[in-house]
C-alpha cells in the first residue's frame, strides 16, 4: 500500500505508511488508557479511527443523522479581533447565525477573563441586550476564570507561580485560597448581570489553565448561579486533560480537585450544575494525526460513557487533535470531528 | 475551521435546527435526547434536523426565522417569542423583552 | 544496609519531597561506604525523574514537584560537602541562561524545567518572561554560559527562537553556546529547521537533553 498523505499535530503534511499509522494509534489510545486508567479503544474502533484518517478524500463527514451542534469559546473574538474585519459583535453574531450557520455563539469581550469585565459591566449588558434583540441561535456570554489576574501586581493575593517555585508552599496555598473567594464573586457578579441581561447561558472558558484553584472557584461559582438561576444553562470547558494540581489539596464536594482526568472531571461538573462539559485534551505538536486523534478520542469516549450531561469535545486550535497552527488544515480537522462524534460520541464540538 | 467545523459535523444552525436541538442541551438533554424533543416538538422526523430543505419549510411555517428571512417573516427577538412556545421552555431574552415592554 | 536499599529509600524519600529523611539517607550511606554520587545519580537522579513523570500524568501536583526538587537540593549540597572534604572540587555540570521569549508570559512549565535542572548540579540564570533575544544572548555572554533554554507556549511568539538563532549566528556566539527550546507547540522539526541544538519535549526530557549537550 502506498504511503498515506496525512499530519503532525503542528501541521506539516507527512506521508507515514500504513504501519506507521496503525502503531501510532495502538500508542496513542494506550497513553490515554495507562494515564486516566481508562479502557483502550477497541479493535474495531482502531480500525475504523484508521479508515477515517487513510480516507484518499481531503474532507470527511460524519455521517447522515449523526451531526451534533457546535459550540464556540472565545465567540466574538474570532471574527471582529483575530481575523481583524471591522465590524461589531452584534454584527459577528449575526454573521455567525445567518452566513457560518453556527449552532450558538458566545459574545465575549476581547480582555476574555471575569475580573476585567467588572468595570465594564454596563456596556456588556448593553451589548447582550442589543444582541439579543437581533439575533435568533442561543447567545451565551463567556470568559477565563483566569486566577493569574489575582496575583501581585495584577490583583491583591501573592503569587503562588513565585512562592512555589522558592520552596514556600503553605504560602502558595493560601494564596491561591484567598483568590479563589475573590474569583467566585466576580464571576458571580458578571454572569448574574449578564444573565439578567438575557444571555441564553454562561460559558467559563479554559478552566483549569491556572490549575486546581481555578477549577474550584469555577464549580463554586456554577453552584451559586445555578441555584439562583436554575432554567439557566452553565457550559464550562476545561483547559487541559487533567486537572493541574497547583495547590494540590483543594476540593468540591469532598473530592481532590487536581489529577481528574475528563471522565472525572465530567462527574464533578455535573455535581456543580453544569449543563455542558467541554472536555479538552491538548495536542501534542510533535505526534501524528492519527496519535493524537486515537489519544483524544479514548480520553473522550469514556467522559462521554460516564456523563450524564452532553459532552463537547474542544477541537480548538491545538486541543482535541487538531493541529496546533493558527490555520489549521481542514483535513485535518475534518477527521477529528467525524472521529469524536462516531467513535466517541460526543454531544457536540 | 468553524466552517469546517458546522460543515463536517454541525447541525446547520438556523439552517437546520441546530440552534433549537442546543437549546435543549443547555437544559442538559445529551444529544440524542435534545434531537428526539426537538423533533417531537416540530412534528417531524429527527433525520429532518440537519436538512436544510425540509428544515427552511418547517421553520418557515413554523415562523421561527431562517438565514435569509422574508418581508413579514418572524425575526430576532419575535422568532425567539415561537421558539420558546414550540419548545416549551423559557428563553431568557423572552422573559426580559417582555419585562421591559411591561407584559 | 545494601547500595540497593539506600537506592530504594532515597527514591523513596524524592517521591515523598522528604528533604530531611533524604540527607539522613545519604548521611547513613556515607558512613557506611556507599559513593555518593552514584547514590545520586541511582536512586535520588531516578527518583525526582520518577516524580517528573508523575507530575507529568496528573498523579503528583505543583507542591510535590517542588519539595523533591528541594529535598534533592538539600541531598546535592550533602553530596557536594563530602566531595570537597575528600579534596576534590566540586564539580558544577555548566550554566545555563533560561527564559520565556519576547511577547510570552507563559513560565509555570520555565520554572519547573529550571527547578529539575538545577537537581543535575547546572546553574540556571533564570531571566523570567517576555526576555528579548538579545538580552538573552548578553546575559549569556555576561555570565559565560554553557547554555541557552527558551520556552514559548504560543504559536505567534515561538518565531523569537528563530531570532535567537540568527543573533546568535550574526554575532559569531552559535558554536560558544548550545541552544534548548521547549514549549507546546516547539517540535523536534521546528528546532532543526531554525539551527537549535536540542528540543525537549518535557521537562524530564529538557534535563536529559541538557545533560547530553553539556556532554
Known sequence: MANILTRYGDNYIAELSEEDIRADIDDGTADAADRAQIPELTKDEKDYLFEIIADPQKIVSVERGKEVVVSFDAGTLKLTVRNGISMDRSAAILTQERALASDSIELCHVDYSYKPIKPIIAEERQAMEQAQ????????????????????????????????????????????????????????????????????????DTVGASGDADVKASLEAVRILKEKYPTTGFEVGMAGEFNLGMHGQLEFDGEIIAGLYPHQQVKMAERAGVSIFGMAVNTNSSESLAWNLARVTTFAKAAVKAASIPVHANVGMGVGGIPLSVIPSCDAVSRVDKALVEIAGVDGL | M?????SCAGMGGIRGA?????????????????????????????????????????????????????????VGIQAKFRIAEILGIPVNSVELFKKQAGF | MTKEEYIKIAIDTMMKGDADAAVANMNAAIADGIDPAELLSEGYSAGIREVGDQFGKGRMFLPELMLAADAMKAVSEVVNAEVEKAG??????????????????????????????????????????????QAIVDKAVEVDADLIGTSALLTTTMGEMKVLEELLKEQDLKKKFKTLIGGAPVTERFAKRIGADAYGEDASEAVEKAMALLG
Open chain 3, 88 to 133: 576534590k572540587s566540586v564539580e558544577k555540570r555548566g550554566v545555563m541562561v533560561l527564559a520565556t521569549v519576547q511577547g510570552d508570559v507563559h513560565d509555570i512549565g520555565k520554572g519547573i524545567v529550571a527547578s529539575l535542572i538545577k537537581t543535575q548540579g547546572i546553574e540556571v540564570i533564570d531571566m523570567g518572561r517576555d526576555v528579548p533575544a
Open chain 1, 133 to 204: 434583540l437581533l439575533s435568533v441561535l442561543p447567545v451565551l456570554y463567556g470568559a477565563m476564570p483566569n486566577m493569574g489576574l489575582y496575583t501581585k501586581p495584577d490583583g491583591p493575593c501573592d503569587n503562588w507561580s513565585e512562592l512555589l517555585p522558592a520552596g514556600r508552599i503553605p504560602e502558595a496555598r493560601a494564596a491561591q485560597e484567598e483568590a479563589i473567594e475573590h474569583a467566585i464573586k466576580d464571576i458571580v457578579f458578571v454572569a448574574s448581570n449578564m444573565i439578567e441581561s438575557g444571555a441564553d447561558g454562561i460559558n467559563f
Open chain 2, 18 to 74: 441546530g440552534d433549537l436541538v442546543f437549546r435543549m442541551e443547555l437544559q442538559g438533554y445529551k444529544i440524542n435526547d435534545a434531537k428526539k424533543y426537538v423533533a417531537e416538538k416540530l412534528n417531524c422526523p429527527v433525520e429532518y434536523l440537519a436538512d436544510c430543505a425540509e428544515m427552511k419549510d418547517i421553520r418557515e411555517s413554523l415562523n421561527i426565522s431562517t438565514t435569509q428571512p422574508r418581508p413579514d417573516a418572524a
Open chain 2, 2 to 6: 468553524a466552517v469546517t467545523h458546522e
